[in-house]
DNA sequence: CCCTTTCGCAACCTTTGGTTGCGTAAGGCT
DNA sequence: AGCCTTACGCAACCAAAGGTTGCGAAAGGG
């Protein structure tokens, strides 16, 4: 029922742009700062801050390149953050599903004392 | 391929404390920010402004009763949530693989060379 | 060898999650 | 009725987070 996530993952990413920024690491492979910030609407520098937190979080690893940084996604991290969306999800879907049947019972309770 | 999310549901889903609100009131019904800062580790005027942040983008609903205010859930809008939440896991998840499979063929050519 | 690029660090601003403190309205109890 | 309690809203205040600008320094390219 509770969630019990693992917050530090669900709140890296909370934040769209790190979501943005995971979108676009997964689609071109590895990317710097510099080159992540030309498609985002953020400066380079809060692009670093982000990637510093994913990589708190090892959503991602850096490996220097010359005078580059280069970050890739660790993919079976965020599986694991996919893993506790998901988790959310089902259990928020499974309680509405509970509280719809449930409303559905009453109604039709109501409508079978209507018809008598 | 980009989430394309409604950025106001998720940032709102985003928050830990409001996440164990929105499970607090999926679980126990109806409730007062009074009674669900009892069961939270915030003041009840914590509870109160995520109560407010929740209700902006419609989340939650509240209606005044007597001397207590009381909040419910917006099955609809939590529902909107969830498939948001989906959505991402799905995408990130098909990303993952189709990832996966191309390392494994990789891996799978150079064991080829490596055999002959 | 110089010029450009890329980065990291520091200062600063604004928003957000959180607190305490206080005034006030609604209920319960003699 | 009158008091005490309870639930709330508003305001001030504080710390952390997301964002910006402005630097200095190291790696590459003419």
Redesign the pocket.
Known sequence: MTTAVDDALW?AIG?P?RRSMIDLLLAGGPG???SLSERL??????V???LA?LDRVGLIHSAAA????HYRVDEAQLARAVAQLTAVGDAWDARLRRIKRIAETIERHRTDDQGE
């Open positions: 709140s934040d742009t710097t700062a510099t609407p953020v400066t380079r520098q809060a670093s801050k982000h937190v010359g005078r580059e940084r």
